[in-house]
């Protein structure tokens, strides 16, 4: 069982028990789970449709001179072979969106970047090349290697800072630095306070340079598309995050107008991000299937996915610290690449630097084109690769000083102000209740690498802020004569349990026993919008929408009775509350302790306290593992996962679970998971973010706790044996 | 590398490609008989591509029922489940080794069904998650993963259900390091990893207590 405390911090009530959430509840739809019965995107078999595989470039940087399709198109089996050729004009728009701005049709259009269902000249090892549909898989697979493409290899250019020297190869007219909505190279950040003062009013200036590396998303279902038309309307089974943006997206590449799509995924075999809206190859399930008149079901294999699609953006960043004798934080200063690929996909930001107080801060961060695989969003998409560097700058700042990190990060972390409020603040409390339970001062080693032998000890910890912010979203709710309940909510269901949470959200609103609500989910022509299952946004957006669908129905039922016979009742809601501008939070630390065999280079994680505070914790054994599967995966991050590139030809050499060496049951050490409760009455029931938060810290506290452990700062992600062999020879 | 299919450039081997060649070989080293697939384990031209490829007949039961198919012999064991026989519960994650997701039991053993060939089943005993549940209620296993959170997005728990049934078939009785052990070529990505392993350790408790009021 989960450890839950629910003190009050400040600005929140504590928390009243409630009926149906807060308890732990089984998934409504757990049998279909562990039956196999749940049906996820390549288990849609439609009658007589076509398998279809996609083509992609071998070069990281080429331009296409001719492709041969000839042989290809005789093979008996193949139904259609498209490409660029074929198909020069349809844009993939989420591809290309130009300074991260999510969704705005305005930036797809004025583009210049603007990235087509297939490119020529392509830009990455991966990139789609031409596609095939044919009467089976092994015939698409075969049509492929008969397809004969002449490319003029074009100079490529993998590393972020040669990308912005003088005389680099451009992967865009307009140069190698990612443009703005309005198409101008201008980094993101921005200057606050003194900057120039706050050093040199700085009794210690620490400076580093810090590289964090590519990690996929690598959800365990490889991406695929279910495409078929009926008449003029597309019907599209993909696995997709957000089902209302993946319509909106793909209808607007494809001239079409929203409810001419139909999107359906109910169950999708992981997220983590970058799916909230249109893919590359929906598009191209698409038009094979217009060709075709058939339905075609289009599949990536692993490798495909890995490259084609999109992960955690790499970064450079070289940061400077001010700080004052008495371990004040002075000035900050911040001046990061961060690698997105020849496509400007998201943002390409880091955060972390606003934990801090500290008014005076320089930061500029610039988005950078390579010839690399397309840089996206994955779980807290400028978080965990922001936070390491500061994080580690800071712990090494508190050394600097003579501090215990836990009394320089209370003396330092940001706490509300007149000029800064927040709906409430725990972020204290997170870190003392963290300190306690994990031992710190037991723990953490005042001289790092103090410990006798090869095999060291040591403790490092971490603590964050995150979004948590309200906003809009949709749920529609039914009752019928017989008292069942039937809720209609545009969410999918990627891993964490959101079909089950709006059914919870509903019984509680509703007062009704959680087995009287039916939940109809994931299917764009049966449900409302929602914000899709991206930036913590569902249990809090969408939650709130159902909230205030069951006050509907309430009063409704209140007016007029239960329904009779065959009438229903029927209540909609498309809340837009505000926080009347204050910041909404949720806080977390993280508390780590390491044994490092400083001759053979391994990291053994021998404690791992995670505290969090997520507002009301609404289902408490799913919100545990989301947090404990997070920080795995803020592990993996830490210690294992990269994409390394062949320098001499620009090839990817660790595309897959094994290259990219992820966490196996036997690398995973036991993770503590502490809920502070609060509620601050915003969201459905107090509730606010779990999901994202967890992968934040997990960097940044192993990296604290490997100096704890050995006195060396590892500047650069991942943390690997060679890579502390090296420092510690 | 016979019968192995690359695209230009390319580094990726087909997984599926690979075993038609190697598989193929097998099949006919095994047989040696007139339908051995002559030319199969040699890099196809595009007129042999352009021939249909080699079939079999095999015979061999899932879940108990026995099927009687005719294969081709490049055809995965995975691919005959959830394409010819509609057990789509078995999944697909990786196709070349790297992650569980297909696991199902072959008399009783663990195989990657990805990894495996149709033809390869002959006389073998495949069970996959559709088999579990016997007579309408779930294994032990199944029960102690809802109850426990195991799947998270679900898209492993097949593959984490049949490795985990397997071991605790031969130790009924294991320690965490065990189904740590048991389960390693079992990815998650959601890497509820210890979800997975408390559910397995209670799923023994329980057949163990079950056990003792017997």
Same mark, same amino acid.
């Given at each position: ?42 288990? %849609? ?18 331009? #296409? ?13 193949? &139904?259609? #072979? ?7 004009? #349809?844009?993939?728009?989420s ?5 991260g701005?999510q ?28 596609? =095939? ?35 680099? !190869?451009? #992967? ?14 201008? !980094? ?24 964090t590396a590519f990690n996929q998303d690598a959800q365990l279902e490889p991406r ?15 696995p997709t995050q957000g089902?209302?943006n993946c ?18 995924c109910?169950y999708m075999g992981g997220g983590f991000g970058d799916k909230n809206g249109?893919y ?25 996915d890995w490259?084609?699609t999109h992960g955690r953006w790499s970064t ?22 961060s690698g997105m690929g020849?496509?400007?996909r998201r943002s390409g930001s880091v955060s972390g630097?606003d934990a ?17 695989v397309v840089g996206g969003n994955f779980r807290a998409p400028s978080e965990p690769q922001g936070y390491f560097p500061i994080q ?8 600097? =000083? ?29 870190? &003392? ?29 971490s603590f964050m802020m995150f979004r948590s912010g ?21 969410v999918t269901d990627v891993g964490p349990g959101a079909?089950?949470t ?28 929602s914000v899709g299952e991206s930036g913590s946004r569902t249990t809090i957006m969408t939650?709130?929408? =159902? ?20 009438? %229903? ?16 939070l949720c806080f977390g630390a993280h508390?780590v ?10 990291? &053994?994680?021998?404690?791992y306290?995670a505290v969090h505070e997520s507002g009301?914790i609404?289902?408490?054994?799913p919100a545990r593992d989301q947090i404990r599967g997070a920080v795995m995966q803020g592990i993996g991050m830490a210690l294992r996962e990269d994409l ?7 090839? !990817?050499?660790?595309?897959?679970y094994?290259?990219a060496r992820h966490l196996?049951?036997?690398d995973a050490p036991?993770i503590?998971v502490?809920f ?11 509730a606010k973010t779990v999901g994202e938060a967890g992968i934040i810290l997990g960097p940044s506290a192993v990296a ?13 992600l991942p943390?690997?044996?060679? &890579?502390? =062999?090296?420092?510690?020879? | ?92 994650g ?5 992650c ?9 053993? !663990? ?38 959170n195991?799947p998270q997005c679900g898209f492993c ?30 990815l998650c990505r959601c890497s509820n990893y210890n979800a ?19």
């Amino acid at each position: 069982m989960t450890p839950r405390q629910t003190a009050p911090s400040a600005g929140a009530a504590q928390v009243q028990p409630l009926q149906t959430v807060g308890r732990n509840v089984p998934r409504i739809d757990a049998v279909e789970r562990v039956t196999g019965r749940a049906t996820y995107t390549r288990d %849609v078999h439609l009658p007589g449709m076509l398998y279809a595989r996609v083509l992609t470039s071998p070069h990281p940087h080429a331009r #296409i001179a001719s492709i041969d399709v000839s042989r290809a198109a005789a093979l008996p089996g193949v &139904r259609a #072979i498209i490409s660029h050729t074929t198909h020069p004009d #349809i844009v993939y728009g989420s591809g290309s969106i130009a300074g991260g701005a999510q969704y705005n049709d305005e930036a797809k259009d004025r583009t210049l970047h603007k990235r087509y269902m297939f490119g020529n000249p392509v830009r990455f090892v991966g990139e789609p090349v031409a596609a =095939v549909a044919a009467v089976d898989r092994h015939v698409a697979e075969e049509a492929l290697g008969l397809i004969t493409v002449t490319y003029e290899e074009l100079d490529f250019v993998l590393d972020v800072d040669e990308a912005l020297e003088p005389g680099a !190869p451009q #992967i865009w007219p307009e140069g190698n630095i990612g443009l703005n909505g309005q198409n101008r190279p201008l !980094p993101l950040g921005g200057r606050q306070g003194d900057p120039d003062a706050g050093f040199a009013a700085a009794a210690h200036v620490l400076e580093g340079r810090y590289t964090t590396a590519f990690n996929q998303d690598a959800q365990l279902e490889p991406r695929s598309a279910l495409a078929h038309w009926e008449g003029d309307k597309l019907v599209l089974h993909t696995p997709t995050q957000g089902i209302s943006n993946c319509r909106h997206d793909n209808a607007k590449d494809l001239g079409l107008e929203d409810h001419q799509v139909q999107v359906i995924c109910q169950y999708m075999g992981g997220g983590f991000g970058d799916k909230n809206g249109s893919y590359y190859f929906d598009l191209i399930a698409a038009m094979l299937s217009k060709e075709t008149g058939t339905p075609v079901l289009l599949e990536l294999s692993r490798k495909e996915d890995w490259l084609g699609t999109h992960g955690r953006w790499s970064t450079v960043q070289d940061l400077r610290v001010g700080v004052s004798d008495d371990g004040t934080v002075t000035a900050i200063e911040l001046r990061c690449r961060s690698g997105m690929g020849p496509f400007l996909r998201r943002s390409g930001s880091v955060s972390g630097i606003d934990a801090y107080a500290c008014p005076n801060v320089d930061r500029q961060i610039f988005p950078v084109h390579t010839n690399r695989v397309v840089g996206g969003n994955f779980r807290a998409p400028s978080e965990p690769q922001g936070y390491f560097p500061i994080q580690s700058i800071m712990d090494d700042a508190a050394y600097r =000083v003579g501090m215990d990190p836990v009394e320089f990060a209370l003396k330092n972390m940001r706490r509300p102000t007149d000029q800064v409020r927040f709906t409430n603040y725990s972020m204290e409390e997170c870190i &003392r209740t963290g300190a306690e339970l994990f031992d710190w001062s037991a723990r953490w080693r005042p001289t790092p690498g103090s410990a006798q032998g090869p095999v060291k000890q040591g403790a490092g910890f971490s603590f964050m802020m995150f979004r948590s912010g309200v906003g809009p979203s949709s749920a529609i709710l039914r009752v019928d004569a017989t008292g069942r309940y039937t809720l209609f909510v545009g969410v999918t269901d990627v891993g964490p349990g959101a079909k089950t949470t709006m059914a919870l959200i509903a019984a509680e609103a509703l007062g009704v026993p959680l087995d009287r609500v039916d939940v109809v989910w994931g299917d764009t022509d049966r449900c409302p919008y929602s914000v899709g299952e991206s930036g913590s946004r569902t249990t809090i957006m969408t939650g709130y929408a =159902v909230v205030e669908a069951a006050r509907g129905l309430q009063r409704q039922i209140s007016e007029r009775g239960m329904p009779r016979g065959d009438a %229903v009742l029927i209540a909609s809601a498309t809340p837009n509350p505000s926080t009347q501008g204050r910041q909404r939070l949720c806080f977390g630390a993280h508390f780590v302790e390491t044994e490092v065999d400083v001759e053979l280079g391994h990291v &053994r994680i021998t404690k791992y306290v995670a505290v969090h505070e997520s507002g009301r914790i609404l289902n408490p054994l799913p919100a545990r593992d989301q947090i404990r599967g997070a920080v795995m995966q803020g592990i993996g991050m830490a210690l294992r996962e990269d994409l390394l590139y062949d320098a001499r030809n620009g090839q !990817p050499l660790t595309a897959g679970y094994y290259g990219a060496r992820h966490l196996t049951h036997l690398d995973a050490p036991r993770i503590e998971v502490t809920f502070i409760e609060t509620d601050d009455g915003y969201g459905p029931f107090g509730a606010k973010t779990v999901g994202e938060a967890g992968i934040i810290l997990g960097p940044s506290a192993v990296a604290n706790a490997i100096f704890n452990s050995t006195g060396r700062r590892m500047h650069d992600l991942p943390i690997t044996r060679s &890579r502390l =062999v090296q420092e510690l020879a | 590398m016979a019968g192995s299919q690359r695209n230009e450039g390319s580094d990726e081997l087909s997984r599926r490609g690979f075993l038609q060649g190697s598989g193929a070989a097998l099949v006919a080293a095994g047989l040696a008989g007139p339908s051995s697939p002559a030319g199969a384990a040699t890099e196809p031209s595009a007129d042999q591509v352009a021939s249909s490829a080699p079939r079999s007949s095999v015979r061999f039961t899932v879940n108990g029922a026995e099927q009687r198919l005719e294969v081709e012999d490049r055809w995965t064991l995975v691919e005959v489940l959830r394409d010819h026989l509609g057990l789509t519960g078995t999944k697909i994650g990786c196709e070349r080794g790297e992650c569980g997701a297909c696991t199902v039991l072959v008399d009783g053993a !663990p195989v990657y069904s990805c990894s495996t060939l149709a033809v390869w089943m002959e006389g073998r005993a495949v069970r996959t998650v559709e088999g579990l549940a016997q007579g309408g209620e779930l294994s032990a296993l199944q029960q102690a993963f809802i109850e426990n959170n195991a799947p998270q997005c679900g898209f492993c728990t097949s593959g984490q259900l049949m490795a985990s049934t397997a071991l605790l078939a031969r130790n009924p009785t294991p320690t965490a390091d065990d189904v740590r052990s048991a389960l390693v070529g079992n990815l998650c990505r959601c890497s509820n990893y210890n979800a997975i392993v408390e559910a397995v350790l209670a799923a023994a408790a329980t057949a163990r207590s079950a056990g003792g009021a017997e």
